[in-house]
Structures are given as C-alpha cells and as structure tokens.
C-alpha cells in the first residue's frame, strides 16, 4: 500500500490516508477476520479457537507482526492462523471449508461497509479537505479489505487458501508442505515487494473493488 502511494506520486493527503488506512485494518478490521474464523469453527462444534482465547476482537491476540507489515507496506498481509481442528466437526470438510472462507467473507462485508461510507461522504462537497480526506480513508480501507479477502485465499501457508488445500491433497503432503511455512511466507513477501506478485492480486483486487463499488454506488445514483 505505501510503496504503491509513494510510486505511484500520490498526493501527501493521499499518502497520509492510505497509511492511517492501513492500520485502521490492521487493529480493527483484521481482528473481525479472525474472530469469524473463531466464530464459525465455535458454532460448527469446535471449541479450539475459543479456548484458545481467539473468540475474540482483541487485535493483540491475532495480529502477526510480519503479516501486518506486510499489509502497510504492500496491502496484502495475514494474521495469527486460528487454531481449528477438523475432528470436532461433524463434516470435517464441510467445517474446514465454512472455516476458511468466513474470514475472507468477512472482509468482503467490510468492504462493503467502507464503500456505503465512501457513498454517503461523497454527497458533500469534496472542495473540503475533510471530506476528501475521509474519502480517501474509506476507499483505501474498503480496497485493502479486497485485497485481503483475495490474498488470503492463495492456498499457501499460513492462509486460509491452505485450509482449503488441506482438504483436497493427501495429508502426508499437506503437513509436509506445512514445514516449509517460514520459507514460504518470506518468498511471498519478496514477491509482494519485486510486483511480481502484487500486479496479478492487485487486478484481481481492483476487478472485485470496481463490481462492489458498482452494486454499492446504484442507491446514490452512481455515485463514486
């Protein structure tokens, strides 16, 4: 996110909005992530999560320093995995899979959320440098919700994309693949950095954000 602003030659109220942006996610929307993973797994019969003291909005119980990071810098990133176990639920693929998706799912809502207060601040005036700048806010935390929302669906630890993979490759080569997860996360975030990564996730992204922001702006005449 902040090496795209600064690239890019964004406006420093820009800049400043994407940043304050970014850890608004990170300390508020993230968490929200995470407890629908909580919540779901609770509800489907697993009590690990909750337990574990995962049931919970606390951003200092999910949040992973390297992953939030990655989220300011880049606009992708991840949290603490919640701890599940598949046993406890009556269709452990069924759970596992509901599991997973609830936190993208999640995000997804939320930038739905963003995208109805961008809506509503864009029917004042944006000659005021507050209602720009809030709109700026909005539209760079609804974009960062997105773009988590499709990253973490990549099914490649530590995110809920392995989950999903979990269900369909052997277990041996699951939990094999499993012991690589360290290596893995900095070769992602090397390929986060270098854009090789981040153009393909930031046109699926921007796709997702663009048919949101669409279905969200048909109330407010078309607003965007």
Do not use: W
Not at 54 to 61: Q, Y
Not at 82 to 101: E, S, Y
Not at 114 to 129: E, G, R
Not at 139 to 168: E, M, T, W, Y
């Amino acid at each position: 996110m902040l090496f795209d602003l600064i690239r890019g030659g964004h406006s420093m109220l820009e800049i400043l909005a994407g940043v304050f942006a970014s850890l608004f996610v990170v300390f508020c929307t993230l968490p929200f992530h995470e407890y629908a993973h909580a919540l779901v797994a609770t509800k489907l019969g697993d009590q690990t999560a909750r337990l574990s003291g995962r049931l919970s909005l606390n951003p200092m119980r999910h949040i992973d320093p390297l992953g939030a990071l990655m989220i300011v810098l880049v606009g992708f990133g991840y949290a603490k995995p919640v701890p599940v176990n598949p046993r406890n639920f009556k269709n452990p693929k069924v759970g596992m899979a509901l599991t997973a998706l609830a936190g993208p799912g999640a995000n997804l809502l939320m930038a739905i959320v963003f995208l109805l207060l961008k809506n509503i601040i864009l029917l004042f005036p944006t000659s005021n440098p507050i209602v720009l700048a809030l709109a700026y806010f909005f539209i760079f935390a609804a974009s960062i919700n997105i773009g988590l929302a499709v990253f973490n669906l990549l099914p490649i630890p530590p995110l809920d994309g392995s989950r999903i993979l979990q269900l369909i490759i052997p277990s041996k080569y699951y939990f094999k693949f499993l012991q690589y997860e360290r290596y893995v996360v900095i070769v992602v975030f090397v390929l986060l950095l270098t854009g090789i990564l981040s153009r393909p996730l930031g046109y699926l992204q921007s796709l997702l954000y663009n048919g949101l922001d669409f279905l969200v702006s048909l109330p407010f005449g078309g607003v965007h």
